[in-house]
């Protein structure tokens, strides 16, 4: 049976953060749960299914995964390796105040419509300044709260997050396409080899891909490797071997990708964060 930890990182009368670990031992799906409260969920490093009903979610770390209070879900890993989450949980009026109407559904208590938004790179920066900030005890609390409501704003926006479209056998061909990519973030997939893999052909992979995500399948995997990189930064001083173990050609490939996404190099990234000893 899989095994969790749940570390506190912060908790305030508005807001509370926790660091879920899971190792994935269990690959099937596990008993039902039940969500206690309505939270958000951000995947940092690796990759599992969320279950609810009929309803398949692949969470990674583009994703946030909204958990509803009350409703059951259930678990697996199809990829070896664990996951790691930030869980997020704000008072319900203030979640109220924050979220559009046409993502809540009707009626008391608070839930949310959807399973999952994809998030922006903005939004993957302020997970890992929330958590490693927290973890390493350098962000105050006010900091940290407004850090939090920052991140649910934007990871509820119209501009700064994406809603999956297409029918459910799209979404599902979609998700094959992530577990593919989540399976092996180093390597240089081609396109063939990533569509030989989910059944179907490169063109009707790219096709679809871009019709749920809103975004093309080479720039989903970077988005991926990239998110790696923000888990990654307080273990690596050399941050050439970072990016080479990521799978980016060079350090300046790996330098510019990131601060084209996140508007910092990594090596600024660290230093902001505090990540290295000194």
Known sequence: MSQFSKAPLLKTKMVTIRDIVCNGECRHKSDEECAHRTSLVYPYRGVFMRHVGRNDTVAEANQVLFFNAGQ????SHPI???DACI???????????LTPKEQAQPGPPFSFRRQRRRIDPRAQALVALLRHGLRRSVAETLEAEILALTLVRRSLGERTSHAAGGSAGRQKLVDRAKLVLSSDLARRWTLSEIATEVGVSPVYLTQVFQQVEATP???????LRLARALDLLGQYEDLTALGLDLGFSSHSHFSASFKQSFGQTPAEFQRAAQLLRR
């Open 72 to 75: 059951g879900y259930r678990i």
């Open 80 to 82: 070896e390796g664990g």
């Open 87 to 97: 869980d997020l949980a704000i008072a319900e009026s203030m979640l109220e105040e």
């Open 217 to 223: 399948l080479y720039r989903y995997q970077l988005r």
